[in-house]
């Protein structure tokens, strides 16, 4: 098996793993039977190595004593070896569960954490067992789970089970469905799962301030059967954005707009995993949003089917083709697509949330000579950058140059160096990279990709006055070749 190495919270794990582990001669196979709906097989074998494993133990009575989490301390990134595990959280890790008598049960624990963005940028965040977004839950449709949540912050929390159909007395509405979990304490939430599809968890009490400190989390629930179109790679992803202020670690609860990063799974660009797939693979990017605002999530190189929402996999007919997709606040999309080779970007398209931090209102100086103007002002207000002359690129030009760096704990604003050089963006911005010999279960970055001779822009002169192109105002030089012109005779073009 290779290893994964772009995660350190997490390693490969044994018996889910190895439903990944297939020679390309089976993949047909596997096709058939479906990735995720081969989980009912292997998931019962799995289920019964494990509930072996419970005989050794003492029978502990659900209400009071919840499993202990170090049991299976987090060593799945991806499942867990008594999970279904087919979702891959890019930055993120499945929580590993245990089934007891038969009922898959999870234990969540809102924390304070240290997290990273990326490197030059760590804050005190809040979170569950140790990471922001909290590790992904994955269960099968029509399971029984029992999630024990413990509350290690210094104030009353609860978990609300986004999309989820439940009991009301479930739903983890502070001070509606329940009294908070005060500090110290432990509930437990048990319910039937009576749906599949991609969902989220995140506290229901002091939603401003735990949202913004970084709680939440995906809940993947896997269907039943296989899947009309099997996908081979199912990456899951959280939006987010984070008021930290330059030179500060604490995000600010009380910024409804202007943020200063904006993350997929709380990892700015150029810490963002980038999405491997092997050419030709069918890939699923399950996105939900907690953020503030609403993200148009674009992806270059394919048309990608929107396969499903907030109700789970749409049927057919419904699904439609994008480049660009709405996932907006509190709502979760699915794109689907089949690879094709390259590095492609994904990103947001609000052009804000693919920089890092920055001011807004900042004056406008494009065109404007600003020589000698910087350092005046900067005598009376340290740290001052204008915006550039030329663009906004020349910023991470100064701060590689060294001129500017920056404010202490602050990413750069525009980072994440390329094969030709600075790519100028940063935030909600990852490659999704796709080559044909990537091993079906490798996840590794396969680094920069080699285009194949005569599929890559290149320069063909330095001079501004190359050629003869036409320019409104101007007298054209050159005859050109007209397009047809359309016909308006009822379209007997062919006769
Ligand atoms: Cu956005």
Redesign the pocket.
Known sequence: MTPITTNTITTRVTTTETRHEHHPSQRPARRRAGLVGAATAPLARAQDAHDHSQHARPAQPAATAPAPAAAEAPRARRGTASGPGSVYTPNGWSLPSRMVDGVREFHLVAEEIEHEFGPGSRIKAWGYNGTTPGPTLEAIEGERVRIYVTNRLKEGTSVHWHGLLLPSGMDGVKGLTQPPIAPGETYVYEFTLRQHGTHMYHPHADEMVQLAMGMMGLFIIHPRGPEEEPVDRDYAML?HNWAVHPGTYVPDPSVMQDFDV?TLNSKAFPATEPLVARSGERVRIRIGNLSM????MHLHGVQFAVTGGDGGRWPRAQWRNEVTEIVGVGQMRDFEFIAVPGDWAFH???AH?TMGPMGHDIPNTLGVDQSGVEQRIQRILPGFMAMGEHGMAEHQDHVDMGHMPGPENTLAMAAGRGPFGNIGMGG?FTVVKVRDDIAPGDYRDPGWYRHPPGELTRRVSSDPSFGQPVRRGQVASAGSDALPTPRRDGGHHNH
Request: hydrophobic share 45%; aromatic share 18%; charged share 0%.
């Open positions: 939006l904006w605002w609403n993200h148009p947001c398209h609000m949330h909600m």
